[in-house]
């Protein structure tokens, strides 16, 4: 079962903790995004039950906009409250650190580049200010995920 977007950037937030660090609130919509992202594109299945939608800045979990709107452009330093609570299996955590890995120290502007490029599925909905507010369909969040897979693979068998 998908956990919330909650979860997930408390996971992010956990990690940047163990390290010392701290993320703005930016870089936490932007990680779980391309969390969910992943997890779509490797096996089908959200990451997250709640769906981003299109804003005007990039995709925005709106369960995060709401947590984190005290802090501004400041780092979230504590984990916020989650409501309903689910367990992240295994599989799941595995993933979140990945991305933590791999992504963890790019800067908002540099996530954005990858969650709200003009191929990402956010220009799609968002499509110049007509579908702001609109949900982001997992389909197309997987298939931008597949694709940027489809190339790694590519270009790693040259």
């Known amino acids: 079962m998908p956990t919330w977007s909650s979860e997930i950037a408390n996971e992010f937030i956990r990690l940047a903790a163990i390290d010392d660090r701290a993320f703005d609130q930016l ?8 969390a969910h992202g992943w997890r779509l594109a490797d096996c089908g299945e959200p990451l997250t039950g709640d769906r981003p ?3 005007a800045f990039g995709p925005l979990y709106q369960r995060l906009a709401e947590a984190f709107a005290s802090y501004g452009e400041d780092p979230v330093l504590e984990q916020i409250e989650v409501r309903f609570h689910s367990d ?5 955590t595995d993933l979140i650190e990945d991305i933590y890995q791999t992504h963890g120290h790019f800067e ?3 996530l954005a580049s990858l969650t709200s490029g ?3 599925p956010w220009s799609v909905v ?4 007509s579908g702001e507010h609109r949900d982001i369909p997992h389909r197309l969040i997987r ?4 694709d940027l ?3 790694s693979e590519a270009s790693q068998a040259r």
């Open 149 to 151: 897979l489809d190339r």
């Open 88 to 92: 992240l299996d295994q599989s799941e």
């Open 118 to 120: 003009n191929d990402a």
């Open 143 to 146: 298939s931008q995920f597949v």
């Open 108 to 110: 908002s502007w540099q």
């Open 27 to 34: 870089q936490l919509q932007a990680l779980v995004n391309i």
């Open 53 to 55: 939608e299109a804003r």
């Open 126 to 129: 968002f499509a110049n200010g």
